[in-house]
Every structure is written in structure tokens, then in C-alpha cells.
């Protein structure tokens, strides 16, 4: 059974915040914010799709997976040396042989001197000159020799949610890419085990509540009809879970007679010349049932 309360929040519940943003592309470029993870200028609404397409990836970064260390601990390890690039090098050197870019990355902002000292090249390169100072590209792969570059390495991965039996829907180029970018740490939504802003009673007493299920609204008639009265008669379902313990019959809107379940036949006299309409409603209790046609009759 779908059943909605009226009202629906008669008690307080847990309810976290809501975010909301514009989905709409913003006219001319405006109301557009920069994402430093994907280094791209977009609208709010897609801004904040992709951070969701970010936070269901960090969802699947499994906890019991790592060591679960403190943050102190974190930084005790690093400065040990002891953390994720602690058998990373990016160059060497000994007293025959230098090489400070061991991994072939990408080298930017340096400066070009010849080779007068007849120092070897550490690739075996087939020039005169040295390469000095500058920096390392990460994530990129490049020709030692001419430091051309060959290969971009994606820090953000995606792939479709099939891949993490991840269920989803929509347009599968979009809503059901699942993005992880290894530049974010890992992070572990805070846990609530208590909610110390809701009761767990049912509120008692409350006078606002309106049943979910009515009784069948009756079938009605006129049976006949004079000068000064009009009979009308009626028919209804009777249901095991609700019984109808009583009618209410309206006269142009109004409230003229309750009667027992056991009549299905009522009066009503002392009428003057007027048009007059009907109708009846099922009660069970204080629980009333939707009105039921409306018959309408002239008095001459």
C-alpha cells in the first residue's frame, strides 16, 4: 500500500543538508567556477556533478583496506620517510655516473650549456650539450634524448560503474561514469551513530493525523419525490478492516442528518419550491468517506 502521512513530518527526524545547485549552462559564460581537479571552467550544476562523481569513487576507496593511521601517525611516517614514495627515486649518482632523471619524465624551465668537460650522457644520447636545473613533470613520459614529450598519464580514471558493480542509471556517458582521481586523499564520511535531534516516540495525542484508508463512498438515489418531500435511497461496500458505522446526509451542502449503518432510506420533508441537491458520505468512527454523487431535484 502507498501510503503518504498528512502530515508527513509530525515528529522530528534526522534529515542532513541539502545542497543545491543550478544545472542549468549559465548564459554568456556567466556564474561559471573554476575546478582545479579537471582544470576546467564549467557551470555549477556540472561542477557539482562531477564533485558527486568524485565522492562515489572515495565511497569505493575501501577503509579496511588501509592501516587506518591518525593523522600524527601519517605525518610521523612521512617524516621518516617511511610513506607511499619511500622507494620512489627520480634520479641517482654515484662517483662514475649521474643521471637525475632516471624515469625519462618530462623536464621544464631549464637551462642549456655545452658539454666541455666530456661528461658521458647518461641515455647514451648522440649530442654535446647538457641539460641543467629545472623541473619534473609528473605523470608524463618523454624522449630522453630530444625531451620531447611522448606520453600523458591521466590522473583521473573513469570508467563505467559496471566495472565496481555499482548500479546506476540515465545516460550511460555520463550518469553512469564512475571518476577517481588518485591527486585526492581518501576521506571517510563521518559516522552517526546517534541522533541526539530526534525522539523515538510516536507523537501521542497529535490532532492533525488523517487516516490513510477512507470508507467507500455510497451509491445514491431518489426513490421518489411530492410536493414537500424527497426520499432518497442508497447503496454501499462494507469492508471488514473499516465498517461503516453510520451516514451523514448533506442537503445543499450542509450537514441535515446522521443515521445508523442499518438505513439506506431517509426523507427529508417540509420542503418549499426550490432546487435542492444531495448527497451522503460512509462514516466509520470519525473517519469519513469521500462524498457520493449528487442528485439534485426541483420542488414545484
Request: aromatic share 10%; net charge positive; with cysteine.
Amino acid at each position: 500500500m502507498n501510503y503518504l502521512p498528512v502530515p508527513p513530518r509530525a515528529w522530528s527526524r534526522v534529515q542532513n543538508n541539502i545542497n543545491c545547485t543550478d544545472p542549468l549552462v549559465p548564459p554568456l559564460g556567466k556564474y561559471e567556477v573554476y575546478v582545479p581537479l579537471t582544470k576546467q571552467t564549467v557551470a555549477p550544476g556540472v561542477a557539482d556533478y562531477q564533485d558527486k562523481v568524485l565522492y562515489k569513487g572515495n565511497i569505493l576507496q575501501y577503509r579496511n583496506n588501509s592501516s587506518n593511521l591518525s593523522k600524527n601517525q601519517k605525518y610521523a611516517q612521512i617524516v621518516k620517510g617511511m610513506w607511499t614514495n619511500r622507494t620512489k627515486s627520480y634520479a641517482t649518482q654515484s662517483d662514475v655516473y649521474s643521471n637525475p632523471n632516471t624515469n625519462s619524465l618530462l623536464r621544464q624551465n631549464y637551462t642549456i650549456s655545452q658539454n666541455t668537460n666530456g661528461v658521458s650522457n647518461p641515455f647514451n644520447c648522440n649530442t654535446n650539450v647538457i641539460l641543467e636545473g629545472g623541473t619534473l613533470a609528473c605523470n608524463t613520459l618523454a624522449n630522453p634524448c630530444t625531451n620531447q614529450l611522448i606520453k600523458t598519464y591521466k590522473t583521473q580514471n573513469c570508467q563505467l560503474i559496471t566495472a565496481s558493480d555499482v548500479p546506476g542509471f540515465g545516460v550511460p556517458t555520463i550518469s553512469n561514469t564512475l571518476c577517481w582521481n588518485q591527486r585526492v586523499s581518501t576521506y571517510i564520511p563521518r559516522r552517526r551513530y546517534k541522533m541526539t535531534n530526534s525522539g523515538n516516540k510516536w507523537p501521542q495525542n497529535y490532532k492533525a493525523f488523517v487516516s490513510s484508508t477512507f470508507p467507500v463512498a455510497p451509491t445514491l438515489s431518489i426513490n421518489s419525490s411530492t410536493s414537500t418531500t424527497v426520499t432518497l435511497s442508497w447503496t454501499y461496500k462494507n469492508s471488514s478492516c473499516i465498517p461503516v458505522s453510520n451516514f451523514n446526509i448533506y442537503q445543499n451542502n450542509a450537514l441535515i442528518k446522521s443515521v445508523s449503518f442499518k438505513e439506506t432510506l431517509f426523507t427529508v420533508d417540509n420542503l418549499t419550491p426550490n432546487l435542492y441537491s444531495f448527497y451522503v458520505k460512509s462514516v466509520s468512527n470519525t473517519i469519513m468517506s469521500p462524498p457520493s454523487n449528487t442528485v439534485t431535484t426541483t420542488i414545484i
